[in-house]
Structure formats: C-alpha cells, structure tokens
C-alpha cells in the first residue's frame, strides 16, 4: 500500500535562538506520517526541544528565533499560520508543566483548550474526563493544579494534549518528573494512542526503555544540531549502539547494562532493547555454562560490596538513625523532623505534632543520619516527600528548631552565609535558582558575596565552565540554554562554592548520557574529597551504579534506610525491568567504583 502523505514536513531546518550565534537544529528535513511514533534523540544541546517548538508554531510566533528552511503542517506552512490555528491539528507537551498550566482547577485545566475550540459543553466534559481517567487524575479533579506533585502535574500536561484529540502530538520528556508507575500509566495511555493509525507522536524521552516499546522510527541530532540518524529502532539503537555512546546520546538501559556485563566479561550477544531481550541473553549464557568472571566481587575492582562489608575509610556505617554504638558522628542528623504544608512554624520554637498535624503532612517523624562522605539516593514515589525532606536537610525549607544539624550547624537558625558554606542545593528547576544576565556571572555571583579576589573568581569559574562544557555559553543568558545546560550551571553554581554537603534534586534530569556520566563522576570525586552527596532520584539504575546508601521515602516516613546493596537486595524497594533480568549474582558488576 501507498504511504500516507505527511502530515508534518521539515525541509532544510535550522533554528537559531536570539542571543546565539550557531543554529540548532541545523538543516534537517523529515517527513512524518500518521501512524508513526517518532523518538528524537541527541545530546544536549543539540535542538531537539527547539525542534518540537518549531512543528507547532510557537517558533517563530511566540519564541524569538531565526528560522531558515521551512514547517509544513497538514500542508499549511508554520510560519503563515497562526498558533491557534495550528493547535488543531499538534498538540504540545512541554519539558516543564508549569509553563502551561493556567486555570485553578485540574478539570479546568483539562477544558481549557476544548472551551477555546468552542466545543458543545458535553464533548468538553466527556473529553476531559476521559482524558483524566487515562493519566490517573480523574480523581484530583476539584484540586488545584498547584497542590499536584511535579510528576502529577505533568500527567495533567498530557492530559490536557489529549483532550485537544490533534492528530499530532508533541511530547518533550512527558515522564521525566515521574516515578516508574507514572510513567508506565503514561506510556500505557500514549500506546493506546500510537495505535491509532491516523496519530502521529513525536517523543522526545532520554528514558528509552518504555520508549522503545511504541516507537516506530528513532531520529538522531548530533552535537552540531545536523540529523545524524534516520531508522527503525533496531536499526538505530542496536546497530548504531557505539556511535550514539560516542555522542552522548542515552541508549535503552538493557543496552546500557548488557555494554557493563560486556565490560566486566559476560558474553551478551546481540545487544538487547528491552528486559525481555537482556533476560534471554543472559539465560542463554547461563546455559551454555557462563558465569560471573572467578574476580567478580573482590575488592578493589569497582563493584559494590556485599551489604555486610566493612564501610570503606573515611565512610560512617550505613545511613540510618540506628547505627551502633561507637559510629563515626553523622555529617547530616534528623530527630523527629515533621514538615506540613500550612502550618505557621517560628524559629524560635520547636512546633508540637498536634500542631503540625493541623496542616497537611509532608514529612512524619523522620529519623535518619547521613554518614560522612557517603552518596545517599533518596527514593520513593511520586508525592512520598523525597524533595521536601531533601530541602529541610538543606535549609531550603527552614525545619523545626533543633530537628536537623547540618555539619554542626541547625538550619532553622543559621544565617544563610553560614548554610551556604555548609550545604549547597541544586533545584530540580534549574530556573528557580538563577539571578545573573550571563552564565559567567551566575557561576560567580556566590564567590562576589563572600568577596573572593577577582583572579580566584576567574579561575574557578574557568574551570568550572570548562569542567561542564560550557565555556563557549559563558556570554549567553542563563535562560538561553538548553534544558540539559541550564541544569549543568545549576550544578555549577552550587559546586563552585565547595561546600562540605552538596544535595542534588533529580541531577540528571535532561542530560544526555555524556554529561550524565560526567556529572555523576565528579560527583564521586566531590566525594572522595570528602564531600557528601545526597541525591533525589526515581532512577534506580543510577542508584544501583553510584549511591552507597538509599533512604526509601513512602507517605512522608521512612520506610527503610541502609547500604545500597543491602536496600536493593530487598522486598522495600520495586526494581526496574532491565535490574531485575539481570540474576543476583552478576547484579555487583553494574557498579561504579565506591571507595
């Protein structure tokens, strides 16, 4: 049978946002049909997200941007017709939520663009609520969107491009802020979708192990902005695995761990795409008599210790609030510490649990120690309390007085000059923590504040700027990045200061697999310095590879704590798909070095 005609054609693309000075992406022409479901790959920085605004409209119309080549959308050129217009027929889910949530309800959020399309009342209410059910909101109808959680609040996004019922739909890491659950309710809903033939999808997504399941055809950016790669699945992401690595683009995690196994010699041939592939692949090794290497778990060779181990030098016991009798002294300590959202809360007092208990819990009766020089991954699900818990660690939520110390110092009393010095935070937005016009200026505005020399400024911002590639972005406003940039500053920003405790929401969140890596490798050399790291995360595969503890957070309390082997080993804690092929006694080889 014929090919449908495109409902979307880029021709010779390139897009340079204002303030500079190089393209990206940078002449790509595709074609993209209904019935397709379209991944688009490529490291930071490279244009996917500017792409995606460019298919709808908002480039040139709302964002400022130098276009060159042309859109096509169901045969109407983008840059002639108007926004509104063209949101018939594509749909946008945006990397941030918040930067499209506007009304004071979730079913009204949900109805906003149907309304605008002057729909019959009924097909409004009957759209909404079915696209409610789907991404499990139907329920927080009547809540503002505000009191969602970031992964509730982009399912509501989702939801709110699924009631528009385009036949496009654009979708820029729909689950990055989501728990594994959410995201497979997400991608459960966008199968649904991808099965109807006349839908196109278009995914940008760095976790590929869902995505994989529904795409039909993977594009690849390289680090210029040029379209790299144009194919199946299979032919991308398995035949191409070594050249995507080698631009930093992410690759399926049964991939990234059958390359580890391979590494460490375990014979997994071919590269799999999926858990389902990886099992097999070990299963056939394993019957045809192949085990761990005889090496596998001596020390020394970068594997994770077993959960008895002696910690190593210079690393307190497991991170818990029982540790015995005679530990090192905690860097990081947490004593009944209740944090409720609504509640009045003095400095100057300690508030009683009937009073916090007359807001709304966030965090109930925490007790936890965070050892010296440890990489502590906070987990949990959506809504568990993980970035609350991580700021009243920081200070960044003043706790109750005398709940936490922080390297000697109480949080709910100290002077932010003397926190910063102790402890520094990096948001999981990068935005909410910029207040310089250039990033050179944002790396340095912490070191002006405690007046460092200017020959020490310059230095250490260099080095900084070179250490997170961004040297040639130092002139650019921060708000010019790219999402994987902004959260490398952000990193930055907070590293320069070289504080004793350095506290990371979600860090990876929009970076390719390059600096992903590079990111988590000075994070263990903070920590070999001394430094201790405490990570917010739904990644468990970063888990499983570089913390050497794990708290598990569930409704506000904590559900366990204790060394990563000996968290993981466990029934606390819901494995993902490509950890869970892999047996238990090849599961230590995936591990970064830790001493």
Do not use: Y
């Amino acid at each position: 049978m014929p090919e449908p005609a495109p409902l979307i054609r880029v021709r010779e693309l390139s897009l340079t946002h204002a303030g500079a000075s190089d393209p990206a992406p940078r002449g790509v022409s595709a074609d993209l049909r209904p019935g397709e479901v379209v991944l688009l790959l490529g490291p930071s920085g490279s244009g996917k997200s500017t792409l995606t605004l460019a298919l709808n409209g908002l480039i040139p119309h709302s964002v400022d941007a130098a276009v060159e080549g042309s859109v096509e959308v169901a045969g109407r050129d983008t840059s002639e017709a108007t926004v509104a217009a063209l949101s018939t027929t594509v749909s946008m889910v945006f990397q941030d939520p918040d930067a499209q949530l506007v009304t004071g309800t979730v079913l009204d959020e949900v109805a906003f663009a149907p309304e605008n399309l002057r729909l019959p009342a009924p097909e409004v209410l009957a759209r909404a609520e079915a696209a409610l059910r789907r991404t499990g909101l139907w329920e927080r109808r009547a809540d503002n969107p505000d009191l969602l959680s970031g992964g509730g609040r982009q399912r509501l996004a989702i939801a709110c491009a699924l009631a528009t019922a385009s036949p496009a739909m654009v979708l820029d890491e729909p689950t990055a802020n989501l728990d594994p659950a959410g995201a497979d309710d997400v991608f459960d809903a966008l199968a649904e979708i991808a099965a109807d033939p006349g839908r196109t999808l278009v995914l940008v997504e760095h976790d590929l192990d869902r995505a994989v399941r529904i795409a039909t055809r993977v594009l690849v950016l390289d680090r210029t902005g040029a379209l790299a790669f144009d194919g199946t699945p299979e032919e991308i992401l398995r035949d191409r695995a070594e050249d995507l690595i080698a631009m930093g683009v992410w690759l399926p995690r049964s991939t990234l761990v059958a390359r580890r196994l391979r590494e460490r010699g375990i014979a997994v041939d071919p590269l799999p795409l999926t858990p389902e592939e990886l099992g097999a692949a070990l299963a056939a090794h394993a019957a045809a008599g192949g085990g761990a290497p005889s090496t596998a778990l001596s020390p020394g060779d970068g594997t994770a210790p077993p959960a008895d181990a002696a910690p190593p030098a210079g690393v307190a016991p497991p991170a818990d609030a029982t540790a015995a009798p005679g530990a090192p002294e905690p860097i990081i300590r947490a004593r009944g510490l209740w944090v409720s959202r609504g509640v009045s809360r003095r400095p100057s007092r300690r508030p009683s649990r009937s009073a916090a208990r007359g807001g709304t819990p966030i965090l109930r009766d925490v007790d936890l120690d965070i050892a010296a020089g440890s990489l502590t991954a906070i987990v949990g699900p959506n809504g568990a309390g993980k970035t609350t818990l991580a700021q009243a660690l920081a200070g960044v939520v003043p706790p109750p007085r005398r709940t936490v110390t922080v390297a000697g110092l109480d949080p709910a009393t100290a002077s932010p000059r003397e926190l910063t010095g102790k402890v520094g935070f990096v948001f999981q937005n990068p935005e909410h923590q910029f207040v310089a016009a250039t990033v050179f200026d944002e790396l340095a505005h912490g070191l002006r504040l405690r007046r460092v020399p200017d020959a020490e400024i310059r230095e250490r911002v260099g080095e900084m700027l070179a250490r997170f590639g961004l040297g040639h972005k130092a002139t650019v406003h921060p708000f010019l990045l790219s999402g994987g940039e902004k959260r490398r500053l952000s990193v930055g920003t907070v590293l320069i200061a070289r504080p004793d405790v350095v506290v990371l929401d979600e860090p990876t969140f929009g970076q390719d697999h390059a600096r992903a890596q590079e990111l988590l490798a000075l994070l263990h050399d903070l920590r070999r310095g001394g430094t201790t790291v405490i990570l917010v995360t739904h990644d468990m595969h970063l888990v499983a590879e570089h913390a050497t503890h794990v708290v598990v957070l569930e409704e506000g309390r904590i559900r366990t704590s204790g060394p990563t082997a000996e968290i993981l080993s466990g029934p606390q804690v819901s494995l993902p798909p490509a950890l869970r092929a892999v047996p238990d006694h090849l599961r230590p080889l995936l591990a970064e070095e830790r001493t």
